[in-house]
C-alpha cells in the first residue's frame, strides 16, 4: 500500500450529494442544497470543496488554487529548512601512525565540517583481537579527541564485529558557534 497515494478532491459539480453543510472561513453556514452551495460559490469566485464523506458531506468554500499554491509553498519550506546528511566512514587500525592518524582526522574534520556523521572503524588483526581494551582507549579514543572541538561522540565505542570497533561521531553546531564567537 503506498503512503504517499494522493487522496482524491472532490469539488465543485462533481460532489455526488442533494444536501451539503458548507464551511467558510472556519465558520458553519449550516446544511443547504448542492445548487444553492454552488451558486454561494460561483457569486463569490470560489471553488466548492468536499472535505468528509458523510451522510451530509460537509464541504468547504475556498480558492482552491490558492490553496494548492500555499500548501506547496510550505511543503518546500519544510523541506527546505530539513536538514539531510550522510554517514562517511573512516578505516583504522590500532598500529596506525601519528602522521596517518592525523590525516584522517583532517578528512574527518572536513566530513563533520560539511554536516555529515562519521562512523570511524577501527579495524583488527590477529593477535590484536586479544588487546581490545587498550586498542580502543588508545587509537578511538585520541582520535575523538582530535576532533572534540566541532564533534560530540554520537555512539561510544563497541565491538559489533569479531575483528571491527565501531564509533559515531557527530557534527556539535554549539561547539563551533563558541569557537567563532
Excluded: W
Aim: hydrophobic share 35%; proline share 3%.
Amino acid at each position: 500500500m503506498n503512503k504517499h497515494k494522493k487522496k482524491k478532491v472532490i469539488m465543485n459539480e462533481y460532489i455526488r450529494a442533494d444536501q451539503v453543510s458548507v464551511i467558510q472561513d472556519k465558520e458553519k453556514m449550516g446544511a443547504m442544497s448542492l445548487n444553492a452551495a454552488l451558486n454561494m460559490a460561483e457569486d463569490q469566485g470560489l471553488d466548492l470543496v468536499q472535505v468528509s464523506d458523510d451522510d451530509i458531506p460537509t464541504c468547504r468554500l475556498m480558492d482552491y488554487k490558492q490553496f494548492l499554491y500555499k500548501q506547496n509553498k510550505k511543503n518546500a519550506e519544510i523541506k527546505r529548512k530539513s536538514k539531510s546528511f550522510e554517514i562517511k566512514e573512516i578505516q583504522i587500525r590500532p598500529r596506525i601512525g601519528q602522521h596517518d592518524l592525523d590525516t584522517k582526522a583532517r578528512h574527518a574534520r572536513r566530513f563533520l565540517e560539511d554536516g555529515n556523521k562519521v562512523k570511524v572503524v577501527l579495524k583488527l588483526r590477529g593477535r590484536e583481537m586479544a588487546h581490545v581494551d587498550l586498542n580502543i582507549e588508545n587509537v578511538l579514543k585520541q582520535f575523538a579527541l582530535q576532533l572534540d572541538d566541532i564533534s560530540s561522540i554520537e555512539k561510544e565505542p563497541k565491538q559489533e564485529m569479531k575483528n571491527r570497533i565501531f564509533m559515531t561521531i557527530k557534527p556539535d553546531p554549539s561547539k563551533s558557534e563558541k569557537e567563532q564567537a
